[in-house]
């Protein structure tokens, strides 16, 4: 195991092995100075060794098995093949890549969910030097047999602890299987527990550990402080400190939902915002993550889906409105701020009875988060209501195509109005449960059931269900009345 080493001590890329041609096109990107990682790591890899590195996030780690990859593949035949668990961080390598390696002749393929299959396929077909995917799309494509991994010499997986966790393990072993053993293989990550140490090791031969940091360090250039505060009181804390900190903020979310609702309530405290998380689409989320970058959007609330996804510059804050359920998310949370030696700061909210969570945090990380006194909160503000844009996606398509194979109407006509008279289902026709007239249905192909018919007055709006008397007003249902809530 390699020795943690401090920044100052790597002064240039000379001497670790690097061609002269890729040199010149790292001085032309203004990569001058290699970061501890990327000084331990690059010999070894160019050298062809199984690598498992360890050092904090935002310390280059793409660089640190990019400039090994493109370099062995420019000079023996095969493929490269890089595994990450996001579509962002999956996206910002395969940039980093482009960048790099178009002056040496390297074509890349990105395979990613929430994205078209076609344009993948083509560029598959262009047969690339490296290909860069999240696990479920290339086993979509292996499935396809529009992917070939039979000629993979090197493998990457980034962001190693996760995709060798219980929730990649089953799709990254169907990969394994599928890759010639015969391979170089490369992971890398900010946290390494032993047991995910121990699985990789059945998959490397003899590998050399790099470790900048031991595994769980935060880094150095990151201030963190803690604030015990109660569940109702969280959005107070947040408005308070979106009004002290002038500058961009990273707002984390347990939940999906969580995020959707933080995102709208900063949104009512008039500051500039969007979310990311696996409800949106990859082109909502592509657009919410360049907002941020560029300014437009002052905060982006996110799942920890973007924890190991979001590389931009000059993050001030980040806030963690709830306490993350894995110890590790932590690490990777925090370190979107203060990245490239610049300095950040992570503030963690945490409820009274979340103790034991924070307690497993500071064993992780070793270090004890400072508790912060609570500063005057701002009342509650009125409830902020939006209007829900649905993002329908490919879908819009696929109804206008239905709608077209069935002779017109609307994207979703065909199926209103065209049950027969006898179901006790349908939108439109019967009565509404408590003896209104019977409102006909407007003329339509229908989808195979035939022209729809007015239903007799008796028939009761019940989606198919009988409403418990022979006719006239049926017996409704008691729903439990809707509720609305706004605190997260």
């Known amino acids: 195991m390699s020795e943690p080493q401090k920044s100052g001590d790597a002064q240039s890329f000379h001497g670790l092995g690097i061609a002269p041609k890729l040199l010149e096109i790292l001085a032309r990107h203004k990569f001058t100075t290699p970061t501890p990682i990327q000084h331990q790591s690059i010999p070894v890899s160019i050298e062809g060794k199984d690598m498992i590195g360890v050092a904090q996030t935002g310390t280059g780690k793409t660089l640190a098995f990019g400039v090994p990859m493109l370099q062995r593949l420019a000079i023996h035949k095969g493929r490269g093949l890089i595994l990450l668990p996001t579509r962002e961080l999956a996206l910002q390598v395969e940039e980093t890549l482009v960048k790099i390696g178009r002056d040496m002749g390297i074509r890349t393929a990105i395979l990613i969910g929430g994205a078209s299959m076609r344009p993948q396929i083509e560029s598959l077909r262009k047969n690339p030097h490296v290909i860069v995917a999240t696990p479920g799309r290339l086993i979509d494509h292996l499935e396809r047999k529009t992917a070939d991994l039979s000629d993979v010499r090197i493998l990457v997986l980034d962001e190693a602890d996760r ?37 990789a090791a059945q998959h490397m031969k003899m590998p050399v550990r790099v ?10 250039t990151v201030t963190q402080e803690l604030f015990v505060v109660r569940k109702d009181q969280k959005l107070r804390l947040l408005d308070k400190l979106l009004e002290v900190n002038k500058g ?52 982006l609330v996110a799942t920890d889906i973007a924890a190991r996804g979001i590389d931009v510059t000059g993050i001030e804050v980040v806030i963690n409105f709830d306490v993350p359920e894995n110890p590790d998310d932590y690490v990777h949370r925090i370190g979107r701020t203060g990245r490239a030696g610049r300095l950040g700061k992570a503030i963690t909210f945490a409820q009274p009875e979340q103790g034991d969570e924070v307690r497993q945090i500071e064993r992780l990380t070793r270090k004890m988060l400072p508790i912060s006194k609570l500063p005057e909160l701002p009342p509650d503000r009125p409830q902020h209501f939006e209007r829900e844009t649905p993002d329908l996606g490919d879908r819009s398509a696929f109804y206008k195509a239905r709608a077209a194979r069935q002779g017109g109407g609307s994207g979703r006509g065909g199926y209103q109005g ?28 229908g989808s195979g059931h035939g022209q729809s018919q007015p239903r007799p007055s008796g028939e009761n709006r019940g989606y198919g269900r009988p409403s418990g008397g022979s006719g006239g007003k049926g017996k409704r249902r008691k729903m439990p009345p809707k509720k609305f809530y706004f605190a997260i």
């Open 418 to 445: 065209s049950r027969p008279a006898s179901h006790g289902g349908g939108y439109q026709g019967g009565q509404r449960g408590h003896g209104a007239p019977a409102r006909p249905a407007p003329s339509s192909q």
């Open 248 to 299: 961009s903020v990273l707002v984390f979310s347990r939940t999906k939902f969580g995020a959707k609702k933080i995102a709208r309530a900063i949104r009512g405290m008039g500051h500039t915002a969007d979310e990311i998380h696996s409800n949106r689409s990859l082109n909502q989320r592509k657009a919410a993550l360049e907002g941020f970058k560029t300014g437009k959007h002052r905060v």
């Open 211 to 220: 470790e900048i940091a031991k595994a769980g360090t935060a880094a150095s």
């Open 163 to 199: 995709m060798l966790d219980m929730g990649f393990l089953p799709q990254i072993n169907r990969i394994l299987r599928t890759v010639p053993k015969d391979r170089q293989t490369m992971l890398f990550s900010a946290t390494m527990p032993e047991a995910i140490v121990g699985i």
